[in-house]
């Protein structure tokens, strides 16, 4: 059977302004208005003879991606966070030694959670040529047959043939310029890398072992701490900020003798641009792509993307145009790869945009940064059935809270008390307090916060059911006078 492991890591920010920091690509709807890339990436297993997929996804996106498994409803699958991103080749060798340490060798299927992949039963008609191979212990790679010279891919040459759409890997190559892409596309033996694997658990460790042992003993070394937090396996962080960033094709496939290369022409998309998600996309006569209310007159090849308001074009060609709710990117669709440039521009700087959309996801729910200014700032905050934020207190400012929608059950200091719509609560500096939803349908309301400092990091958090306390709080909370 085979054990797919989820690559859900990375930032996306060259799909900035809706790729963020705390919100990257795969996370997104992107390519099915229903469906995540994240998403989608594992509804593509069903059929198969398979697991329930292992996760491995930055700690930062940890309630994110728990919130977007169990909307499939995967409430048990087990996440393992990366405490911070070491590339490909530390992050599957993390899934391989927790396999191995509770006596399973399974075959891993590597899958990043950011691709589009058109024609699920090519998919799977390769994924069936390649388990005879990966039994036999070879590493397999998936090379996508090349449909343009592609200068942002890295390629395969092919070797000998090995059986039904596979053939030993000659040779890696980067990505290459035009003219060079071009020259491997018209000599058909090469295609394109698409960074998706299968081999057994056991002999990616053994190749991992003879070429990279620096790798492996990081991730030994981080694997020890194996410490779990309700879904969630955590490594030791120290550890594993020690291992070496390298991606599993410097550190294996480049290196072992039993690389073999499997075939796949199935629509695949890395949407590595906004470009790509053009190409990929449902375009009207003028080659128009958009989604959200949009207006396209006399204007052609151009991708709109309205988030939140209209957005309208007129005589305008080749252009991308995402706008967002704090957010609006105007580019040159030939210029779309530039756009991470843009970011790092924007980081730089400071700006708050590449980090966080207005709004923000929590275990309990979101909120919506709607205004702020000197002093104050609005928000509208959406709290689940059952949840409950975390018993917490700030020290630069107040906190009034106007129910719109539903109950809140407060804690403010030693009382108490019920909410309910059209009615306020106030939660003075320095007061302990909490808020739970206990009613069946979402709770909103409207925070109004005043004072000397607004940041999010101005919470003391004293208990929490999502294991965001930490240990300075908690001493806190022991000498803190609360009745």
Known sequence: MLQPVIMAGGSGSRLWPLSRQLNPKQFLPLTEPQLTMLQATIKRLDGLACSQPLLICNEQHRFLAATQLKQLGMDDTRIILEPCGRNTAPAIALAAIKLHTIGQDPLLLILPADHQIADTNAFHASLEAAIPLAEAGKLVTFGIV???????????????????????????????????????????????????????????????????????????????????????????????????DESIDYAVMENTADAVVVSLEAGWSDIGSWSALWETSTKDANGNATQGDTLAHDSHNTLVRAEHRLVATLGVDDLIIIETKDAVLVAHKDRSQDVKALVEQLKTTGRQETISHREVYRPWGVYDSIDHGHRYQVKHITVKPGAKLSLQMHHHRAEHWIVVCGTAKVTNGDKTYLVTENQSSYIPVGQIHTLENPGVIDLQLIEVQSGSYLGEDDIVRFEDRYGRVEKAAVDTRAVTHLK
């Open 146 to 244: 090349p449909t343009a010279a592609e200068t942002g891919y890295g390629y395969i040459q092919l070797g000998e043939r090995m059986g039904d759409r596979a053939f030993a890997v000659n040779r890696f190559v980067e990505k290459p310029d035009a003219a060079t892409a071009s020259d491997y596309v018209s000599s058909g033996q090469y295609l394109w890398n698409s960074g998706m694997f299968l081999f057994r658990s056991s002999r990616y460790l053994e190749e991992l072992a003879e070429h990279r042992p620096d790798i492996l003993t990081a991730c030994q070394q981080a694997a020890l701490a194996n410490a779990y937090d309700l879904l969630f396996t955590r490594v030791d962080a120290d550890a594993f900020a020690g291992c070496p």
